[in-house]
T-cell receptor
Framework: GAGVSQSPSNKVTEKGKDVELRCDPISGHTALYWYRQSLGQGLEFLIYFQGNSAPDKSGLPSDRFSAERTGGSVSTLTIQRTQQEDSAVYLC??????????????FGSGTRLTVV | TQLLEQSPQFLSIQEGENLTVYCNSSSVFSSLQWYRQEPGEGPVLLVTVVTGGEVKKLKRLTFQFGDARKDSSLHITAAQTGDTGLYLCAGANSGGSNYKLTFGKGTLLTVNP
Protein backbone atom coordinates (compact mmCIF):
# COMPACT_ATOMS: atom_id res chain seq x y z
CA GLY A 1 0.00 0.00 0.00
CA ALA A 2 0.86 3.66 -0.09
CA GLY A 3 1.63 3.86 3.61
CA VAL A 4 1.93 1.79 6.77
CA SER A 5 -1.50 0.64 7.86
CA GLN A 6 -2.33 -0.27 11.45
CA SER A 7 -5.50 -1.73 12.90
CA PRO A 8 -7.44 -1.20 14.97
CA SER A 9 -6.86 2.53 15.44
CA ASN A 10 -8.33 2.37 18.93
CA LYS A 11 -8.78 -0.58 21.28
CA VAL A 12 -10.33 -0.60 24.73
CA THR A 13 -9.94 -3.87 26.60
CA GLU A 14 -10.51 -5.20 30.07
CA LYS A 15 -7.57 -6.01 32.29
CA GLY A 16 -6.53 -9.63 31.83
CA LYS A 17 -7.77 -9.97 28.25
CA ASP A 18 -5.52 -10.67 25.27
CA VAL A 19 -5.21 -8.21 22.37
CA GLU A 20 -3.80 -8.41 18.86
CA LEU A 21 -2.52 -5.39 16.99
CA ARG A 22 -1.91 -5.56 13.26
CA CYS A 23 0.57 -3.78 11.01
CA ASP A 24 0.68 -3.84 7.21
CA PRO A 25 3.98 -2.25 6.08
CA ILE A 26 4.80 -0.53 2.82
CA SER A 27 5.14 -3.07 0.05
CA GLY A 28 8.78 -3.94 -0.54
CA HIS A 29 10.02 -2.65 2.82
CA THR A 30 12.04 -5.45 4.37
CA ALA A 31 12.48 -3.89 7.82
CA LEU A 32 9.57 -3.61 10.26
CA TYR A 33 9.61 -2.12 13.75
CA TRP A 34 7.23 -1.87 16.68
CA TYR A 35 7.53 1.02 19.14
CA ARG A 36 5.41 2.03 22.11
CA GLN A 37 4.65 5.66 22.93
CA SER A 38 3.51 6.45 26.44
CA LEU A 39 2.63 9.86 27.81
CA GLY A 40 5.81 11.57 28.97
CA GLN A 41 7.98 8.57 28.09
CA GLY A 42 8.79 9.05 24.44
CA LEU A 43 9.02 6.21 21.95
CA GLU A 44 10.24 2.90 23.31
CA PHE A 45 11.67 0.23 20.99
CA LEU A 46 9.88 -3.12 21.21
CA ILE A 47 10.91 -5.41 18.33
CA TYR A 48 12.57 -5.38 14.90
CA PHE A 49 12.12 -7.72 11.93
CA GLN A 50 14.47 -7.74 8.95
CA GLY A 51 13.72 -10.10 6.09
CA ASN A 52 14.14 -13.73 7.12
CA SER A 53 16.58 -12.97 9.92
CA ALA A 54 15.80 -13.72 13.54
CA PRO A 55 13.96 -10.73 15.04
CA ASP A 56 15.51 -8.47 17.68
CA LYS A 57 13.11 -8.89 20.59
CA SER A 58 15.28 -7.09 23.11
CA GLY A 59 12.74 -4.33 23.73
CA LEU A 60 9.75 -6.47 24.65
CA PRO A 61 8.94 -5.52 28.26
CA SER A 62 7.74 -8.94 29.43
CA ASP A 63 6.90 -12.44 28.23
CA ARG A 64 3.27 -11.33 27.87
CA PHE A 65 4.36 -9.54 24.70
CA SER A 66 5.05 -11.39 21.46
CA ALA A 67 5.14 -10.53 17.78
CA GLU A 68 5.34 -12.33 14.51
CA ARG A 69 5.73 -11.38 10.89
CA THR A 70 4.23 -13.70 8.33
CA GLY A 71 5.61 -13.99 4.82
CA GLY A 72 7.88 -11.02 5.34
CA SER A 73 4.92 -8.66 5.26
CA VAL A 74 2.11 -8.28 7.79
CA SER A 75 3.04 -8.26 11.47
CA THR A 76 0.95 -8.93 14.56
CA LEU A 77 1.83 -7.76 18.06
CA THR A 78 0.07 -9.79 20.75
CA ILE A 79 -0.26 -8.77 24.38
CA GLN A 80 -1.53 -11.46 26.71
CA ARG A 81 -3.23 -10.84 30.05
CA THR A 82 -3.20 -7.08 29.55
CA GLN A 83 -2.37 -4.81 32.46
CA GLN A 84 -3.20 -1.13 32.94
CA GLU A 85 0.45 -0.19 32.43
CA ASP A 86 0.18 -1.58 28.88
CA SER A 87 -2.03 1.39 27.97
CA ALA A 88 -0.15 3.35 25.30
CA VAL A 89 -0.01 4.08 21.59
CA TYR A 90 1.61 1.22 19.71
CA LEU A 91 3.37 2.41 16.57
CA CYS A 92 4.54 0.29 13.68
CA UNK A 93 7.13 1.51 11.18
CA UNK A 94 8.82 0.11 8.11
CA UNK A 95 11.89 1.05 6.10
CA UNK A 96 13.42 -0.16 2.84
CA UNK A 97 16.39 -1.67 4.62
CA UNK A 98 17.55 -2.17 8.16
CA UNK A 99 20.27 0.47 8.01
CA UNK A 100 18.91 3.76 9.25
CA UNK A 101 21.80 6.00 8.31
CA UNK A 102 20.16 7.06 5.11
CA UNK A 103 16.65 5.72 5.38
CA UNK A 104 14.11 6.99 7.84
CA UNK A 105 11.20 5.10 9.21
CA UNK A 106 7.71 5.45 7.79
CA PHE A 107 5.30 5.17 10.69
CA GLY A 108 1.69 4.12 10.75
CA SER A 109 -0.88 6.16 12.67
CA GLY A 110 -0.70 3.77 15.60
CA THR A 111 -3.11 1.80 17.75
CA ARG A 112 -4.22 3.53 20.94
CA LEU A 113 -4.65 0.78 23.53
CA THR A 114 -6.56 1.49 26.72
CA VAL A 115 -6.73 -1.18 29.40
CA VAL A 116 -9.55 -0.63 31.90
CA THR B 1 21.78 2.70 27.18
CA GLN B 2 21.97 5.69 24.85
CA LEU B 3 19.79 8.64 25.89
CA LEU B 4 18.71 11.73 23.98
CA GLU B 5 17.66 14.80 25.94
CA GLN B 6 15.48 17.32 24.16
CA SER B 7 14.94 20.90 25.24
CA PRO B 8 12.77 22.71 25.78
CA GLN B 9 10.03 20.20 26.55
CA PHE B 10 7.31 22.76 25.73
CA LEU B 11 7.47 25.90 23.60
CA SER B 12 4.67 28.35 22.86
CA ILE B 13 5.41 31.24 20.50
CA GLN B 14 3.67 33.73 18.24
CA GLU B 15 3.52 33.36 14.50
CA GLY B 16 6.54 34.98 12.85
CA GLU B 17 8.98 34.31 15.70
CA ASN B 18 12.13 32.22 15.39
CA LEU B 19 12.92 29.26 17.60
CA THR B 20 15.57 26.61 18.24
CA VAL B 21 15.07 23.12 19.64
CA TYR B 22 18.00 21.13 21.02
CA CYS B 23 18.79 17.44 21.15
CA ASN B 24 21.75 16.35 23.29
CA SER B 25 23.45 13.12 24.27
CA SER B 26 26.67 11.86 25.81
CA SER B 27 26.71 9.10 23.20
CA VAL B 28 27.87 9.15 19.60
CA PHE B 29 25.29 8.32 16.95
CA SER B 30 25.92 7.10 13.42
CA SER B 31 23.11 9.33 12.20
CA LEU B 32 20.36 11.46 13.62
CA GLN B 33 16.84 12.03 12.39
CA TRP B 34 14.17 14.60 13.15
CA TYR B 35 10.46 13.79 13.03
CA ARG B 36 7.31 15.81 13.49
CA GLN B 37 4.20 14.23 14.97
CA GLU B 38 0.67 15.62 14.95
CA PRO B 39 -2.12 14.41 17.27
CA GLY B 40 -3.48 11.00 16.32
CA GLU B 41 -0.79 10.40 13.73
CA GLY B 42 2.56 8.68 13.63
CA PRO B 43 5.82 10.65 13.44
CA VAL B 44 6.79 11.89 9.97
CA LEU B 45 10.45 12.05 8.97
CA LEU B 46 11.76 15.56 8.31
CA VAL B 47 15.47 14.98 7.78
CA THR B 48 18.40 12.63 8.37
CA VAL B 49 21.88 14.00 9.14
CA VAL B 50 24.86 11.71 8.92
CA THR B 51 28.12 13.68 8.93
CA GLY B 52 29.45 15.60 11.95
CA GLY B 53 28.98 19.34 11.38
CA GLU B 54 26.41 18.75 8.66
CA VAL B 55 23.78 21.42 8.07
CA LYS B 56 20.58 20.74 6.12
CA LYS B 57 17.86 23.18 5.21
CA LEU B 58 14.24 22.35 4.52
CA LYS B 59 12.47 25.61 3.60
CA ARG B 60 12.29 27.52 6.89
CA LEU B 61 13.79 24.66 8.93
CA THR B 62 17.55 24.35 9.48
CA PHE B 63 19.00 21.19 11.00
CA GLN B 64 22.55 20.85 12.33
CA PHE B 65 24.45 17.78 13.49
CA GLY B 66 27.18 18.46 16.04
CA ASP B 67 30.82 17.96 15.08
CA ALA B 68 31.14 15.04 17.50
CA ARG B 69 27.81 13.53 16.37
CA LYS B 70 26.43 13.70 19.91
CA ASP B 71 23.98 16.56 19.51
CA SER B 72 21.73 18.32 17.03
CA SER B 73 19.57 21.39 16.72
CA LEU B 74 16.50 22.39 14.76
CA HIS B 75 15.97 26.07 13.99
CA ILE B 76 12.70 27.36 12.58
CA THR B 77 12.60 30.81 11.02
CA ALA B 78 9.38 32.84 10.97
CA ALA B 79 7.25 30.10 12.52
CA GLN B 80 3.78 29.46 11.13
CA THR B 81 0.72 27.92 12.79
CA GLY B 82 1.22 24.88 10.56
CA ASP B 83 4.53 24.21 12.33
CA THR B 84 2.64 23.26 15.49
CA GLY B 85 3.38 19.71 16.57
CA LEU B 86 5.65 17.40 18.55
CA TYR B 87 9.23 17.44 17.30
CA LEU B 88 11.23 14.30 17.97
CA CYS B 89 14.91 13.65 17.46
CA ALA B 90 16.12 10.09 17.07
CA GLY B 91 19.63 8.71 16.94
CA ALA B 92 20.76 5.57 15.17
CA ASN B 93 23.04 3.48 17.35
CA SER B 94 26.66 3.14 16.42
CA GLY B 95 27.81 -0.36 15.70
CA GLY B 96 25.92 -3.48 14.73
CA SER B 97 22.47 -2.43 15.90
CA ASN B 98 22.30 0.78 13.88
CA TYR B 99 18.80 -0.13 12.74
CA LYS B 100 17.51 0.72 16.22
CA LEU B 101 16.56 4.33 16.85
CA THR B 102 16.74 5.96 20.27
CA PHE B 103 14.13 8.71 20.54
CA GLY B 104 14.10 11.81 22.67
CA LYS B 105 10.90 12.63 24.55
CA GLY B 106 10.15 15.48 22.17
CA THR B 107 9.49 19.19 22.13
CA LEU B 108 5.84 20.18 21.93
CA LEU B 109 5.68 23.36 19.83
CA THR B 110 2.60 25.56 19.70
CA VAL B 111 2.59 28.45 17.25
CA ASN B 112 -0.18 30.92 18.03
CA PRO B 113 -1.76 33.13 15.34
Amino acid sequence: GAGVSQSPSNKVTEKGKDVELRCDPISGHTALYWYRQSLGQGLEFLIYFQGNSAPDKSGLPSDRFSAERTGGSVSTLTIQRTQQEDSAVYLCASSPRGATSNYGYTFGSGTRLTVV
Amino acid sequence: TQLLEQSPQFLSIQEGENLTVYCNSSSVFSSLQWYRQEPGEGPVLLVTVVTGGEVKKLKRLTFQFGDARKDSSLHITAAQTGDTGLYLCAGANSGGSNYKLTFGKGTLLTVNP
